[in-house]
């Protein structure tokens, strides 16, 4: 299966790249988690939030339209344990061979994406940086994958 995460922002700390990669190597070979920036929405002193921010929705629409499954990003989502997760996992692996994971821009997630996706997930009720959400969303992805493998990763 392939996870593709679509995130907005093109110039993030070399860490968080270092952080997601971390993990996408660590996944197994028939779990494909891929990054793919998305650029932000033009902003500038006179600039309208929402038309950046619906820029910002096209882009990662355009860019999930072969996904099987969409799952928005959204402070309004729901809140997955690590269990809830790995079943999350384990029914994508089964019914959609292609993920798309939506991250927002500064401004949040357009309308639109949150519209089109068939979930919101919260990863928290914290406002997170873009460049950790990235990390955290692939460290969460591999401990789900060890959940189900039986792998000791996640003791819980």
């Known amino acids: 299966m392939r996870i593709s995460l679509l995130a907005v922002g093109t110039r993030l700390p070399a860490w968080t ?3 997601f990669k971390t993990y996408q190597r660590r996944l197994p070979r028939h779990i494909q988690l891929e990054l ?3 650029p932000a929405g033009g902003r500038s002193g006179r600039a309208n939030i ?5 820029q910002e929705g096209e882009r990662i629409l355009r860019r999930a339209a072969d996904a099987d499954l969409l799952i928005a990003l959204d402070e309004h989502g729901v809140q997955w344990t690590t269990k809830e997760l790995a079943a999350e996992l384990e029914r994508w692996q089964a019914e959609f061979p292609r993920v798309a994971l939506a991250v927002g821009g500064a401004d949040g997630l357009a309308d639109d994406c949150r519209t089109r996706a068939s979930r919101l997930w919260s990863l928290s009720p914290l ?3 873009h ?3 990235r990390v955290v969303v692939a460290e969460q992805l591999y401990r789900a994958w060890t959940l189900l493998s039986g792998h000791p990763y996640h003791r819980a």
Do not use: D, M, Q, S
């Open 131 to 133: 460049g950790l959400v």
């Open 36 to 38: 793919e920036e998305i």
């Open 50 to 54: 929402a038309a950046a921010r619906a």
């Open 127 to 129: 406002t997170l940086p």
């Open 17 to 19: 790249g270092e952080g």
